[in-house]
């Protein structure tokens, strides 16, 4: 082996394989070979190496696999500041979150340092005089990856001082110092992030002043503050997250920060129901009786998702403003605890997910949708009410023949001999809190019913065999063949015409 190599794998293994708790002073530090590197190298070095290896690099995020991550690996490998510029819901600070995966396991800091100086490079006035006084004895720390992250929510009350610093008046008194004297200086956010990633959130909200200050500090990584002389070389990665209706509604960007940062990364929401659903699936919080208690269709699941869908395209509602993601992950809870809370009520220990359950979602749509006026004067619940049926008859077609507006005369419909059962009875009520037998008993009692599914879902499983059956009611219902009237404690279903003539 060239002797070269030999040597650098040597020392690879003795840094990253030794017990980094044994190098307590800055001697050993020396012996230990480490390099003093920038977090960018940092981040970039770690990404080579997984995907050299095939590792994944930012996991539990779905629908990005060919679009955004991609996109922020480039610039990582650019060693970019970033910006992720997308609507709500859509993962942005959970992708910065997973980037503190990027970092080096440990690195070392001048014990006592509030900007984790590196013992190599000092930046501080504290760990240039600790390290003169102490030479290589100089104590030394360790900083693990999970605490180099450090983010904040622009709001309007932040100041200069609460991320840049300020002159303490309270440690000048104690100290008895001069307030020209660097010592007074209270460091802000970002000076004590040094050597880690800082997230500003919802950026456009940042008063424009304040995002003057950051200037300096994304081009030059210096501070000033109070007119102290003072360059602080700061060494950050930056990663700003902004929703484009901020720029009309809250505030904007102020152009001379977007020239400053390196990579803006457009997110979007997931291209299909499977994976939407798929993230549903992972970001929802249930509790294990849940689970154990409740069977849930899996076209149930698919419908749920198409109410975000219909949401995106609804005509009722502001679309610029974004359908979040966790308006299906709330209302998957809610649609499982309204299975839950309805075989409380009648003592069962299992259940499966009906399609009336679907009105207990509805407060999970409505804090999570804004209106244009013509939703406003319909009313939230309406609305939601009106994106439930609107994915009903969009999924409809998947499951059964397309019913056409218009019929061609002489061809039966596919669907006549459930429409005369209907028009030869009085209707057919199914109640809300209803025993499963008894749901069961009343689904079965309706024989089209089960010869529908017989021919055009042959392969169901018994499990879902009922949800269809249902949701085959409500769809007919959306295409005008049958009527439904809401109940106090449940659902009717008529014919369209037969009460009527019946009255005539």
């Known amino acids: 082996m060239d002797r070269c190599l030999h040597k650098q794998l040597v020392l690879f293994l003795t840094y990253h394989f030794m017990d980094i708790q044994s190098i307590t002073t800055l001697g050993q530090l020396k012996q230990s070979d480490y390099q003093t590197k920038s977090i960018k190298d940092e981040l970039r070095g770690n990404l080579i190496t997984k995907i050299a290896s095939q590792e994944p690099t930012f996991t539990g995020i779905h629908g990005y696999e060919h679009t955004v991550i991609p996109e922020l690996e480039r610039a990582i490998l650019s060693r970019h500041n970033i910006n992720l510029l997308g609507l709500r819901g859509q993962a942005k600070t959970k992708l910065a979150r ?12 001048v014990t006592g340092s509030e900007i984790n100086d590196d013992p190599l490079a000092p930046l501080s006035r504290y760990a240039i005089n600790t390290i003169a006084q102490h030479g290589d004895n100089t104590p030394i720390s360790w900083v693990h990856r999970s605490e180099r992250f450090a983010e904040k929510l622009a709001t309007p009350d932040v ?75 700061l060494d950050m990665q930056f990663v700003f997250t902004a929703n484009p209706e901020d720029y009309t509604n809250r505030g904007s960007i102020v152009t001379p920060l977007k020239d400053r940062i390196g990579s803006q990364i457009l997110t979007h929401y997931p291209a299909s129901v499977a994976i939407a659903k798929t993230i549903t699936q992972q970001e929802a919080s249930l509790d294990d009786r849940q689970h154990a208690a409740i069977y849930v269709p ?17 005509e009722l509602i502001d679309v610029k403003s974004g359908i979040s993601a966790r308006m299906s992950i709330t209302a998957f809870e809610n649609l499982l605890s309204t299975a839950e809370y309805r075989a ?9 997910v009906r399609l009336s359950d679907f009105m207990g979602v509805i407060p999970a749509i409505t804090g999570k949708v804004e209106l244009v006026y013509e939703g406003e004067q319909e009313g939230a619940a ?15 077609p998947m499951y059964f023949p397309k019913i056409e507006r218009l019929e061609k005369e002489g061809v039966d419909s596919p669907y006549q001999e459930l429409i005369d059962w209907f028009f030869e009875g009085t209707g057919f009520e199914l109640l809300d809190d209803i025993a499963d037998d008894e749901y069961h008993r ?28 249902e949701f085959l009611l409500w769809g007919l219902v959306e295409y005008k063949k049958l009527s439904k009237f809401r109940l106090s404690e449940g659902f009717k279903f008529k014919d369209m015409y037969g009460s009527y003539i019946s009255g005539l």
């Open 98 to 109: 997973q980037m503190i995966n990027l970092l080096d396991e440990w690195i070392p800091v």
């Open 382 to 396: 309406a609305v939601a009410n009106t994106l439930i049926v609107d994915a009903i008859k969009t999924m409809f």
């Open 159 to 233: 100041t200069v001082a609460d991320l840049i610093g300020d002159v303490d008046p309270i440690k000048a008194a104690n100290l008895k110092l001069s307030y020209a004297d660097d010592r007074v200086i209270h460091f802000g956010m970002i000076p004590r992030a040094n050597r880690c990633i800082f997230v500003i959130n919802e950026l456009p909200d940042l008063q424009a002043r304040i995002q003057v200050a950051l200037f300096n500090i994304l081009q030059e990584g210096d501070i000033q503050i109070r007119g102290f002389k003072l360059r602080l070389a």
């Open 344 to 352: 409380l009520k009648s003592g069962e220990t299992q259940t499966a």
């Open 442 to 469: 009343q689904l079965d009692a309706i024989p089209p019913l089960t010869s529908l599914l017989a021919k055009y879902q042959p392969e169901i499983s018994a499990k879902d065999a009922y949800f269809v059956k």
């Open 298 to 314: 899996e076209i149930a699941k698919d419908l749920l998702e198409q109410i975000g869908f219909e949401a995106r395209e609804s």
